[in-house]
C-alpha cells in the first residue's frame, strides 16, 4: 500500500514536498517513482530512484525536482522548487519490484492514490 501526501494549492515560485509512504512489503521495495497526469493529459513521468540512489527526472523537472528516499522507512520524497502553473496536476507515487530505473508507467507495479498539486499564477 502505498500513501502519498503533502500536496497543496500553491503560487508560482513556491516549494512543496511530497511524501509517499510504503507499507505492507517485508522485504523492501527497490524502485520508487513520481509520475503526474494534469487533466485531459496522458500521465507523464516525474522522477525515479533506485534502492542505491541512482535517480532520473522528466525534462520538464530536471533542475526543479528533487527525488529522495529514505530507506529504512519505505518512503520517498519529492521536493518541488519554483513551482510553475503547467507543474499542476495528480501527483502518484509508484513502486517498481525490480532493479531497473524505469521512467515508463507500465513497469510500475504498484501505484498511490495520487495527491492534488495545484500552482496559481
Known amino acids: 500500500q502505498l500513501q502519498a501526501s503533502g500536496g497543496g494549492l500553491v503560487q508560482a515560485g513556491d516549494s512543496l514536498r511530497l511524501s509517499c509512504a510504503v507499507s505492507?512489503?517485508?522485504?523492501?521495495?527497490?524502485?520508487m517513482g513520481w509520475f503526474r497526469q494534469a487533466p485531459g493529459k496522458e500521465r507523464e513521468f516525474v522522477a525515479s530512484i533506485g534502492r542505491a540512489g541512482g535517480t532520473h527526472y522528466g525534462n520538464s523537472v530536471k533542475g526543479r525536482f528533487t527525488i529522495s528516499r529514505d530507506g529504512a522507512e519505505n518512503t520517498v520524497f519529492l521536493r518541488m522548487n519554483e513551482l510553475k502553473p503547467a507543474d499542476t496536476a495528480v501527483y502518484y507515487c509508484?513502486?517498481?519490484?525490480?532493479?531497473?530505473?524505469?521512467?515508463?508507467?507500465?513497469?510500475?507495479?504498484?501505484w498511490g492514490q495520487g495527491t492534488l498539486v495545484t500552482v496559481s499564477s
Open positions: 509508484a513502486v517498481h519490484t525490480g532493479v531497473v530505473v524505469w521512467t515508463q508507467a507500465s513497469h510500475y507495479d504498484y
Open positions: 505492507g512489503r517485508s522485504d523492501g521495495v527497490y524502485v
